[in-house]
Nanobody
Framework: QVQLVESGGGLVQAGGSLRLSCAAS????????MGWFRQAPGKEREFVAG????????YYPDSVKGRFTISRANAKNTVTLQMNSLKPEDTAVYYC????????????????????WGQGTQVTVSS
């Protein structure tokens, strides 16, 4: 069982930065691939970043590539999403998710394949 708690959301102007953190409980955090998703009102949940259990592999969709960076610290049971050059279209509730990894380097962009979710943190980018 893994419990995830996100923090770091807030209101920022376009062009600004925010750093989201996800704290995980459980002794097997390093066995999980981690992902960040977001969901804006009236839209489907969207994958924005993923990282393998070791941290050796990361993946981003084109919409955030070059602006967002995901990292993890397995010794501290945390995963972080650094968001730079934020745009109004980045406004959404951001969720941290964990998936028990089945192989080295595994990252999945599909929300249904994740086993655990946090409660979400609101990010609002004003124009």
């Amino acid at each position: 069982q893994v419990q995830l708690v996100e923090s770091g959301g807030g209101l920022v102007q376009a062009g600004g930065s925010l750093r989201l953190s996800c704290a995980a409980s459980g002794r097997t955090f390093s066995s999980y691939a981690m992902g960040w998703f977001r969901q804006a009102p009236g839209k489907e949940r969207e994958f924005v970043a993923g990282i393998s259990w070791s941290g050796g592999s990361t993946y981003y969709p084109d919409s955030v590539k070059g602006r967002f960076t995901i990292s993890r610290a397995n010794a501290k049971n945390t995963v972080t999403l650094q968001m730079n050059s934020l745009k109004p279209e980045d406004t959404a509730v951001y969720y941290c998710a964990a998936r028990r990894a089945k192989y080295v380097g595994e990252i999945t962009t599909i929300a249904d394949e994740y086993d655990y979710w946090g409660q979400g943190t609101q990010v609002t980018v004003s124009s």
